[in-house]
């Protein structure tokens, strides 16, 4: 097997909202739309993450298709989580879970957007400073 491409695809009940902020936030690009349908990509991500809109009547498996993206986490593995961090801020998006350093070295922090889909970023540290760990 070859896989050519890959997509994360989450349903929500506005689609603009969380295709507007991921585009706003994290620089993903728009390639391709229809009514209750987006899939946004970036060079440097290696997947399209697409929205839908919770209900649409396309969607397979049907018994799925009032599901709304829940208990998941988009992770963005970055090279400078504290500039992050601050330009988020920034820009006055909430941070939902402040930045922290795990004892194995993450260092992560948490926003969410319109829909409640949460976005984290991290950044692996060699040496985790051990006076930050919670």
């Not at 507007?20 to 440097?44: N, P």
């Not at 504290?82 to 820009?91: F, N, P």
């Not at 350093?101 to 970023?121: A, C, K, M, S, Y």
């Amino acid at each position: 097997m070859k896989i050519t491409a890959s997509a994360i695809s989450l349903n929500v009940d506005d689609v603009t909202a969380s295709a507007t902020f991921v585009k706003q936030h994290f620089d993903f690009i728009e390639q391709m739309s229809a009514d209750g349908f987006v899939s946004l990509a970036r060079e440097d991500a290696g997947f399209n993450l697409v929205f839908l809109k919770t209900g649409l009547k396309s969607f397979k498996p049907i018994h799925m298709r009032e599901h709304r993206s829940d208990g998941l986490l988009i992770a963005f593995v970055v090279d400078d989580i504290d500039t992050e961090y601050a330009r988020l801020q920034s820009k006055g998006v909430p941070i939902t879970t402040p930045i922290e350093t795990e004892l194995w070295g993450e260092r992560f922090f948490q926003v969410t957007d319109p829909n409640g889909v949460v976005i984290q970023l991290v950044q692996w540290m060699t040496q985790p400073d051990r006076e930050s760990v919670a």
